[in-house]
Every structure is written in C-alpha cells, then in structure tokens.
C-alpha cells in the first residue's frame, strides 16, 4: 500500500495493489499466461488488471464503470 497524489482533488489517496495469483487465459486459438492483480484506490475506485509475463497490459476491467478494456492484438 502507498500513497497516491490525484492532482484534482488535491490529497494522497491510499492504493493498494494485490496479486491474486498467475491463470491461463484463451483468446481463440491462443492462451496467455497472466498475473491477475486487484488496484484500489481506497473509497474512490477498484479495478483488475490482468498482465502477461512480459509486464504488458492484457486485461483491465472496472466494473463500476462497467469498462472492460483488452489488448487489440489479442482479439481473435
């Protein structure tokens, strides 16, 4: 856990980041190996990140704003 400055509302704002562990994902023929980690911003929003073994971006999803992003090349 450690602080994060949000220039807009202009305090730290405690985030926490938590591995739940490493999972296969399929994408049509193709399987990624993925960590997946939960990133809270505490009061202000949670999102799950889902990361390959290179540290890339693979899935980013919150709910709360009922957004689930993934990487292009991925998409069969």
Sequence with gaps: M?????PVIGNDIPLSV???GDEKLRFGE???E???FRVESVGIN???L???KNNRL???ENPAQ???VVRKDLIP
């Excluded at 450690?2 to 949000?6: E, G, M, P, S, W």
């Design 2 to 6: 450690f602080d994060n400055f949000i």
């Design 18 to 20: 938590t591995l739940f």
């Design 30 to 32: 193709n399987t990624v």
């Design 34 to 36: 993925v960590s997946r």
């Design 46 to 48: 949670t999102v799950t």
């Design 50 to 52: 889902f990361m390959d």
């Design 58 to 60: 693979v899935i980013l």
């Design 66 to 68: 009922e957004l689930k």
